[in-house]
């Protein structure tokens, strides 16, 4: 039953892509106890040079949402965000960046702070955003439509692994392609804490 969802997942998410002009892109199938490995036993089983290639996709929520800033593609009540592992994601960076494009495009309708607040969605909402189940998200062929937020330092690299549809299906994406065919808009921003 299981392998039969997997199966049909990978079908999916080739079709999807192939449709869309991705070229460019890797479907694997983990073990099931892939999240239970570490991020150097990972990168081994998907042979990626480094754990900087390890990247997961994540739905956040403006709180705060005010939809008297009727631009959803500098004012998105959700985003998906695509960040590295090894990094730790900061909000209030987020949350300034949005406010600097909101602000610069409509300096006549400046945002202030308090209508910001980005937060990871529940596992049930992200669920129902993207259509797919914790630890399997991808910004691809997701339920809503929403813009993609990437972290800047995932654009030195030239591909990397993320969830793929399903719990147990990993995906390589090409970076160049994922930014220049993704169907909404895509931002890149420095968007995690400084490392101590």
């Given at each position: 039953m299981i392998q039969n969802?997997?199966?049909?997942?990978?079908?999916k998410m080739t079709s999807y892509l192939d449709l869309n002009g991705y070229k460019k892109f890797k479907l694997f199938q983990a073990q099931p106890n892939y999240f239970d490995l570490n991020y150097e036993e990972r990168k081994d089983l998907l042979q990626?040079?480094?754990?900087?290639?390890?990247?997961?996709?994540?739905?956040m929520e403006n709180t705060k949402y005010d939809d008297s800033y009727p631009d959803n593609e500098v004012n998105p009540k959700y985003i998906c965000v695509?960040?590295?592992?090894?990094?730790?994601?900061?909000?209030?960076?987020?949350?300034?960046?949005?406010?600097?494009?909101?602000?610069?495009?409509?300096?006549?309708?400046?945002?202030?702070?308090?209508?910001?607040?980005?937060?990871?969605?529940?596992?049930?909402?992200?669920?129902?955003?993207?259509?797919?189940?914790?630890?399997?998200?991808?910004?691809?062929?997701?339920?809503?439509?929403?813009?993609?937020?990437?972290?800047?330092?995932?654009?030195?690299?030239?591909?990397?692994?993320?969830g793929g549809g399903h719990t147990d299906v990993k995906l390589r994406m090409d970076v160049k392609e994922m930014c220049n065919l993704y169907p909404n808009k895509v931002y890149y921003s420095d968007i995690i804490m400084s490392q101590q």
């Open positions: 969802e997997i199966a049909e997942c990978m079908k990626a040079p480094s754990v900087d290639y390890l990247c997961k996709s994540i739905i695509v960040v590295q592992y090894i990094t730790k994601l900061q909000g209030e960076k987020i949350n300034k960046y949005f406010k600097q494009l909101q602000n610069q495009k409509y300096p006549d309708k400046q945002i202030s702070r308090n209508k910001l607040h980005f937060r990871l969605t529940s596992d049930e909402m992200s669920q129902k955003l993207s259509g797919y189940q914790f630890n399997a998200i991808t910004p691809f062929n997701m339920v809503q439509n929403m813009p993609l937020l990437i972290s800047d330092r995932i654009l030195n690299l030239e591909y990397i692994w993320f």
